[in-house]
């Protein structure tokens, strides 16, 4: 194929600023669909994209596009995220294209997501193309878009097309952009074959599918192929491309070309996001550079109910790793729970989102820890370890210094919500640095916080306060010292490993009385009293009881002597004492949920 003709390009924004739709009226122009399709989200494939209304997995379509200069081009496109706990899925979609649609919302303007993805894109050497999506809308302005667009990104106002998604206004003037403004693929046909790695996906009778994208060189149906970090070789059963939203195999793909192949691969340990394929008889001498290694920030143990369901979720696990290298998992015991996994997530929507595929598509029925973020600790020998579970943390007296990760927050706001921010980010820790006037009504405010206090619901404070209007962006910046504390709860005086949790010292106390009270309203009665107790090492700093479920054993005496009852007394006092002695309380599942959003 004429590389010349091959265009690969993704679309990126903010959550929610309409990149599936648009997707799908590209997918109607260009005939992969028929009109009856319209408004169906077709490439948010997963039942829980559809329901949520967000993009999760990055995907992928090829399509063919008689432009107005009479060419007929190959477009790759693929469909990305916006929520910040899947920028991975955006950042590994973006190294496989040369091109990027960016839209922005008509009635929110640039919101943080936008910037983060901007960038991304400019890091990537791609050509930005800004779209400003739903001026159907009767609640907008323009004007002002259009004017934070060129102050803030640095675009010129004839560089900003106008479209509308929903009425399918536009479409055709941003796939005339992308055919005159985006670079075909660099890369010659002559070279050895080098293709990189950009996706995966698991298929029960196909085993692993891997998605490349060809840089150099020509790969066939008969190649023999080798995984170049990996060293493993293999025989490809099937090479095609996915046309309209369908497999179809193809003899050969060229360079700039992006399609998938067959190996009969089982096991999913076997494959790499961001390896390069190459030629086993005539390899290139280099491999590409690939993905950076994304480092987890937020840390939980997943367990299943019924234990005998371990090597199911294991399995499970291994295929999901497959379509979303980011989360990253390895085996744990719990004394309260068994065998399950240590598992890293990019945020607390990421955790949400794994638990829900594990248990809708293995049919898994599974119990969540209390997240952590990973603190670093200096013992007093001067060694340094990672501590991502409270299991882990050294006694107090080994201790030097502990420092907690801090990252970098992007918040950008209307100019009128400014104080209350500013009040719940100074209540979390946080400190000021920055502000920033996009236009006038919104303004960017950068903040350095710790990541604890804001991976459970610092989001949705902020969406309240800001009535919506309100987004943020975060990055790593960097290991802090802070006074951390082990935070254990005891159940009957035994600890309960799945609510401990690491906590800032001066915050131990609020979420301590917090615990206790949701748990007692949580714990139904059981036969003994049992006492719910949040202690630091030996110290109890909360306490609340859950009062036993009553037993009338004096019904049945209707007359005679007091000593009758009173030698039923003192039986059920010596079995409530045995009963706390030996009993096991019972915790719902609700319970563990619960405490999540404490």
Known sequence: MDKSLIRNFSIIAHIDHGKSTLADRILEVTGAIDKRHKGELLLDDMELEKERGITIKASMVRLSYKAENNNIYVLNLIDTPGHVDFTYEVSKSLAACEGAILIIDAAQGIEAQTMANYYLALENNLAVIPVINKIDLSSIDIGRVQKQITSVLGFEEKDIILASAKEGTGITDILERVVAFVPCPCGETTHPLKALVFDCRFDIFKGVVIFIKVVDGIINSHTQIKLMHSQKTYKIEELGVLQNLKYSKIDSLSCGEAGYFTANIRDPKEIIIGDTVTNVKLPCSQALP?????????????????????????????????????????????????????????????????????????????????????????????????????????????????????????????????????????????????????????????????????????????????????????????????????????????????????????????????????????????????????????????????????KHVTAKCYGGDITRKRKLWEGQKKGKKRLKQFGKVEIPQEAFLEVLKL
């Open 290 to 550: 690939g993905y950076r290694i994304i480092k987890p920030l937020v840390f939980c143990g997943i367990y299943p109910v019924n234990p005998g369901d371990f090597p199911v979720l294991r399995d499970a696990m291994d295929k999901l790793k497959l379509s979303d290298g980011s989360f990253v998992f390895e085996p744990e015991n719990s004394q309260s729970f068994g065998s399950g996994f240590r598992c890293g997530f990019l945020g607390l929507l990421h955790m949400e989102i794994v638990q829900e595929r594990l248990e809708r598509e293995y049919d898994l029925n599974l119990i969540l820890t209390v997240p952590n973020v990973v603190y670093r600790i200096r013992k007093k020998d001067s060694q340094i370890i990672d501590v991502d579970t409270p299991a882990k943390l050294p006694p107090q007296q080994d201790i030097e210094e502990a420092l907690e990760p801090y990252v970098k927050m992007l918040i950008i706001i209307p100019i009128d919500s400014i104080d209350p921010v500013c009040e719940l980010t100074k209540s979390r820790r946080g400190t000021f640095k920055s502000t920033e006037y996009l236009g006038e009504d919104r303004v960017k405010l950068a903040f350095s916080m710790p990541l604890s206090e804001i991976i459970v619901d610092f989001y949705d404070r902020i969406k309240s306060l800001t009535k919506g209007y309100g987004s943020i962006d975060y990055e790593l910046l960097d290991y802090l010292p802070t006074k951390l504390v082990k935070l254990d709860v005891l159940l009957n005086s035994i600890i309960c490993d799945a609510f401990s949790c690491l906590i800032h010292k001066d915050k131990a106390f609020s979420k301590a009385h917090a615990l206790v009270t949701k748990l007692k309203e949580l714990i139904p009665k059981q036969l003994f009293e049992v006492p719910i107790q949040a202690a630091i090492g030996s110290q109890i700093i909360a306490s609340e009881k859950v009062k036993a479920a009553g």
